[in-house]
């Protein structure tokens, strides 16, 4: 497992609560590189462990990036509310496995200032350097904050129009709002005849799709109107989704508490799904191309394989590492839980795609 020391300086924490704090950073014992560092994440704040956002000059990292690209900013992500600390990395590579645009990640040791060592996600950040290791074109990004995100016209807050319509997302190096209301009138204003064409021109349905089929397995139950990004390709000005934040899910909700296994509906809930899903040929498609991933890269024994294969690496870290035996009963009944949502949802899912 990756080794990564993070020097603050004195008293980090109660720094990093006051704003971001100057650092060095050193990867399995490399040289120190200068960092900045702040804490990230709106929710999970309140929680004792903190994620935390590090911005560097540029740097490779072991293992990647591929080669000629180069890191300019991470998030470690504490994944507090997961006692298996796996269903961000778990879920991320379902999207890798059905070919869907995700962010890498990779569990890390993390040690800050010599503290007692403590394990975090470090999952890459949606910029231009994510654009360029997919070998796509630099874009305009949007990261979906809120429930605004909801593509569509009217607040779930306010039950009126949404003002500006592009409220509900941050746009990452000031890119452009016009497409994006563009894209929402679009979207909601065409007419039922119409819809396939108009949507075609603005979104890649079939990457929607899959990001979709993802995100209703795991149950993310945020996903649909938050935790997700869009990059719009430069030439075809189509925007592509990508998904983000993904601890909530596999059987737990934002708080970790348990969470019924048929919380998130076979459909999610954003405009944008309603409209895909109300249309006879997306529709078709979804339950067609849902079911044959269920029965393959989805499927209990895929998955199965996944979890243990991680939780070997992340169970050894807490035989190495944590000391109470509480939390590490957790992750052994956590992974177990993971093991039961797969095959359960699955069922539960392939029943409700035969009425779709």
């Known amino acids: 497992m990756l080794r990564c020391d993070l020097n603050l300086g004195d008293s980090p924490w109660s720094r990093l609560t006051d704003g971001p704090v100057t650092g060095h950073i050193r990867w399995n014992g490399s040289g120190e590189l200068p960092v900045r560092v702040k804490i990230r994440g709106a929710h999970s704040r309140k929680f004792p462990k903190k994620s935390l956002q590090v911005d560097m000059d540029g740097c490779r990292l072991p293992d990647g990036p591929p080669e000629g690209h180069r890191v300019r900013r991470i998030h470690l992500n504490a994944d507090y509310i997961d006692p298996t600390m796996m269903r961000s990395a778990l879920s991320f590579q379902l999207f890798h496995e059905i070919g869907a ?69 941050r746009r990452v190096a000031n890119a452009d709002p016009a497409p994006l209301r563009r894209l929402l009138m679009d979207l909601n204003l065409s007419s039922e005849r119409k819809f396939p064409a108009v949507v075609e021109r603005w979104v890649d349905v079939p990457g929607y799709l899959k990001w979709l089929m993802v995100a209703v397995f ?70 067609k191309q849902f079911t044959e991933q269920l029965n393959g890269p989805l499927s209990p024994d895929a998955i199965w394989s996944l979890i243990d294969k991680m939780s070997a690496t992340v169970g050894a870290w807490f035989d190495t590492n944590q000391q109470d035996h509480e939390v590490r009963r957790r992750f052994s009944t956590g992974v177990a839980g993971l093991k039961w949502w797969a095959e359960q949802r699955r069922a539960l899912l392939l029943s409700q795609l035969e009425d779709l």
Request: a positive charge; one cysteine or more.
């Open 101 to 169: 645009p995700a962010p890498l990640c990779r569990h890390l040791d993390l040690h800050i200032n010599g503290e007692s060592p403590a394990l975090y996600m470090a999952i890459e950040s949606v910029d231009s350097d994510f654009c360029l290791r997919r070998g796509w074109k630099p874009g305009q990004i949007y990261y979906a904050l809120n429930r605004n995100a909801n593509f569509g016209l009217i607040s779930p807050n306010t039950q009126a129009l949404k003002q500006p319509l592009e409220v509900g997302y």
């Open 218 to 287: 795991v149950g993310n139950r945020d996903g649909f109107v938050h935790n997700y990004a869009l990059y719009r390709e430069p030439d075809s000005g189509v925007f592509r989704i990508i998904p983000w934040d993904y601890d909530a899910t596999w059987g737990i909700d934002v708080h970790g508490r348990p969470a019924r296994l048929d919380r998130v509906p076979l459909e999610g809930w954003n405009r944008l799904s309603q409209r895909l899903l109300a249309t006879d040929l997306y529709r078709r498609q979804y339950r």
